[in-house]
C-alpha cells in the first residue's frame, strides 16, 4: 500500500479483477478521451493480471474510508517509466487523482533508479494536463494521431518528470508493498 493524504494506491488484487473489468468495460469509466477497452475484443483481463510482473504494476485507487474510487498503471516503457490513471466519474475534480500521480511518482523516484517517468493525454483532456502539471510534469509535445479512442484517431500531448525536477517526495506518507 502506498499511503498518501487523502488516496492509497493499493496493489491489485486477484479479488479485485470483477471490478476492473466492469469498470474497463463501461463508457462512463473511460470517459471522452479515453479508448473505451470494449470497443475492442473483449480483454480477458485476468490473463493481463497474470502477465504482471516486475516491468507493470497496477494499483487501485482507494480514499481513506476504503472505496475504491480508480485505477493507476505504471510500466516500463523502454527505458523509462510511464503512469496512467482513471476515476470513476462522480470522484473526478476532487484532487483525489493530482495526489494519486503524484504519489506514484514519489514512489518511482524513490525505489527505481530512474531518470524520468512520462504520461501522455488526449490533447483535449484539460483536466489530465492539469494533473500532470500539479504533479510537476512538462510537456514535451504532441504525438499525432496517437491514440484510437471513440472512432477516431486523436493527438496526444506527451508529458515527462526528471527526477532533478523532483528532488524529494511530496505527498507519499508511507510505503508497505508485499
Not at 31 to 38: C, D, E, M, S
Not at 59 to 72: E, N, S
Not at 123 to 131: F, G, L, M, P
Request: charged share 30%; glycine share 8%.
Amino acid at each position: 500500500m502506498l499511503e498518501g493524504k487523502n488516496v492509497n494506491l493499493r496493489v491489485v488484487e486477484k479479488e479485485d479483477l470483477p471490478l476492473l473489468s466492469e469498470w474497463w468495460n463501461s463508457p462512463d469509466f473511460a470517459g471522452t478521451y479515453n479508448p473505451f477497452l470494449a470497443q475492442e475484443p473483449k480483454r480477458d483481463v485476468e490473463k493481463d493480471y497474470e502477465k504482471l510482473g516486475s516491468e507493470k504494476a497496477w494499483f487501485l485507487i482507494v480514499k481513506k474510508d476504503g472505496t475504491r474510487i480508480g485505477y493507476l498503471g505504471m510500466g516500463l516503457v523502454g527505458p523509462y517509466w510511464e503512469i496512467g490513471y482513471v476515476l470513476i466519474p462522480s470522484e473526478r475534480g476532487k484532487g483525489y487523482c493530482t495526489e494519486a500521480a503524484q504519489i506514484a511518482v514519489d514512489y518511482l523516484f524513490m525505489s527505481k533508479d530512474i531518470v524520468r517517468i512520462q504520461a501522455t493525454t488526449h490533447t483535449e483532456n484539460v483536466a489530465s494536463q492539469k494533473i500532470l502539471v500539479k504533479t510537476g510534469f512538462k510537456r514535451e509535445g504532441t504525438i499525432r494521431k496517437g491514440m484510437f479512442a471513440w472512432g477516431n484517431w486523436a493527438d496526444l500531448y506527451f508529458y515527462s518528470i526528471l527526477r532533478e525536477e523532483w528532488k524529494e517526495p511530496k505527498i507519499l506518507t508511507r510505503t508497505e508493498m508485499k
